[in-house]
């Protein structure tokens, strides 16, 4: 299934997106942020719902304030409630997969990187426990894009987070290009996707571009994912843009 999600929709009001992007997708990856948080919006979600019974949903966990490897003890808990909250907005709505993002190091201290990882590793295996408790619940972690505070950055990183959980990969095609190793992702994570992201860059930065704008090859990474039976979810700066690369994506998949 091909999907959409857009930042920029979180600051137009919840119903009014929805019905928008109900024209031109089947799927809508709910990003919980502004007017689109969640738990705030999951009544108007249960009370619409019905207006768009051919639809399906997945939800990006907030990121904003966020941090579950965060050195503040009172920062990394109340990041913790965030997402837990999430999967529960979740498990209430009937939506089973949430994309999370693993954290980040700390911003004022050097020297402290074994410990946000550490702190990661543990919040996301609490997380990864509160899913199976909540329900049927499926969280994936994502990989992040090259900047220096970001974790997760390559398969190793991603790796060490989350062996040993039971937590699924989100995998980010337009970040993993920025780090220059979309194929050894695919290599390690392919068994373990859950939901794939998809936009594209020149690889110096996260620029989420359309598809066909930047330097992926994006029929080579489709030929690579073979198999995998999720969802494609484009991240697009706007619904304009997402829809010039449904369209590209939709002849790579046929």
Same mark, same amino acid.
């Given at each position: 299934? +091909?999907?959409?999600?857009?930042?920029?929709?979180?600051?137009?009001?919840?119903?009014? +997106?929805?019905?928008?992007?109900?024209?031109?997708? @089947?799927?809508?990856?709910?990003?919980?942020?502004?007017?689109?948080?969640?738990?705030?919006?999951?009544?108007?979600?249960?009370?619409?719902?019905?207006?768009?019974?051919?639809?399906?949903?997945?939800?990006?966990?907030?990121?904003?304030? +966020?941090?579950?490897?965060?050195?503040?003890?009172?920062?990394?808990?109340?990041?913790?409630?965030?997402?837990?909250?999430?999967?529960?907005?979740?498990?209430?709505?009937?939506?089973?997969?949430?994309?999370?993002?693993?954290?980040?190091?700390?911003?004022?201290?050097?020297?402290?990187?074994?410990?946000?990882?550490?702190?990661?590793?543990?919040?996301?295996? #609490?997380?990864?426990?509160?899913?199976?408790?909540?329900?049927?619940?499926?969280?994936?972690?994502?990989? #992040?894009?090259?900047?220096?505070?970001?974790?997760?950055?390559?398969?190793?990183?991603?790796?060490?987070?989350?062996?040993?959980?039971?937590?699924?990969?989100?995998?980010?095609?337009?970040?993993?290009?920025?780090?220059?190793?979309?194929?050894?992702?695919?290599?390690?994570?392919?068994?373990?996707?859950?939901?794939?992201?998809?936009?594209?860059?020149?690889?110096?930065?996260?620029a989420h571009l359309g598809l066909g704008e930047?330097? +992926?090859?994006?029929?080579?990474?489709?030929?690579?994912?073979?198999?995998?039976?999720?969802?494609?979810?484009?991240?697009?700066?706007?619904?304009?843009?997402?829809?010039?690369? @449904?369209?590209?994506?939709? @002849?790579?998949?046929?």
């Amino acid at each position: 299934m +091909i999907g959409v999600s857009c930042p920029d929709f979180c600051s137009h009001n919840f119903v009014e +997106i929805w019905n928008m992007v109900s024209e031109n997708f @089947k799927h809508w990856e709910i990003f919980s942020e502004a007017n689109h948080a969640l738990p705030a919006n999951t009544g108007l979600f249960l009370g619409f719902r019905d207006d768009h019974k051919d639809m399906t949903y997945s939800i990006h966990a907030p990121i904003a304030d +966020i941090n579950i490897a965060s050195l503040n003890e009172r920062i990394r808990e109340a990041s913790f409630m965030e997402i837990y909250s999430t999967i529960e907005s979740a498990k209430e709505m009937g939506i089973r997969t949430i994309t999370i993002h693993p954290g980040i190091y700390s911003l004022a201290v050097g020297g402290m990187k074994e410990r946000s990882i550490a702190n990661a590793k543990l919040a996301l295996k #609490m997380l990864s426990h509160s899913a199976r408790s909540v329900g049927d619940i499926t969280l994936a972690v994502e990989n #992040m894009p090259s900047f220096p505070i970001m974790m997760g950055q390559t398969p190793d990183e991603l790796g060490e987070l989350v062996d040993g959980t039971d937590l699924s990969i989100c995998f980010d095609i337009g970040h993993a290009n920025t780090m220059n190793c979309i194929n050894e992702f695919i290599d390690r994570f392919k068994d373990r996707l859950a939901n794939v992201h998809i936009h594209d860059n020149m690889g110096d930065r996260d620029a989420h571009l359309g598809l066909g704008e930047g330097n +992926i090859d994006f029929e080579a990474v489709i030929s690579k994912l073979k198999g995998y039976t999720g969802n494609y979810i484009i991240e697009a700066k706007s619904l304009e843009s997402a829809i010039r690369s @449904k369209v590209v994506l939709e @002849k790579l998949l046929n």
